[in-house]
Nanobody, 123 residues
Framework: VQLVESGGGLVQAGGSLRLSCAAS????????AGWFRQAPGKERELIAR????????HAADSVKGRFTITRDNARNTVYLKMNSLKPEDTAVYYC?????????????????WGQGTQVTVSS
């Protein structure tokens, strides 16, 4: 599975962005997926994950109520809608897919990764 993220950029605090992750190379609906982020000097952390059918989602407490993960398997794409952005949301955001239908909280459990897209939130 190859993953390519897009949609990052510079936004003011309180603003919104939508990240996209386009998948290729496999039947994407067979794979659980997630979004992670990594800020300088920090570990990569789970932001949200979504089941292969898109019916089961989980978001980290730090973004719950502000970020929403969805997927469109017909387009082989996973999305992360980010609202009410804060300066502490500044990081490189990565899309990840598991080898199976499972989803996980730990980055090490995912088998496929995109190259990342930078999100910078100014105060």
């Amino acid at each position: 599975v190859q993953l390519v993220e897009s949609g990052g950029g510079l936004v003011q605090a309180g603003g919104s962005l939508r990240l996209s992750c386009a998948a290729s190379g496999s039947t994407f609906s067979n794979h659980g997926a997630g979004w992670f982020r990594q800020a300088p000097g920090k570990e990569r952390e789970l932001i949200a994950r979504i089941s292969r059918g898109g019916t089961i989602t989980h978001a980290a407490d730090s973004v719950k109520g502000r970020f929403t993960i969805t997927r469109d398997n017909a387009r082989n794409t996973v999305y992360l809608k980010m609202n009410s952005l804060k300066p502490e949301d500044t990081a490189v955001y990565y899309c990840a897919a598991a080898r199976t239908y499972m989803t996980y909280n730990l980055a090490g459990k995912y088998d496929y990764w995109g190259q990342g897209t930078q999100v910078t939130v100014s105060s």
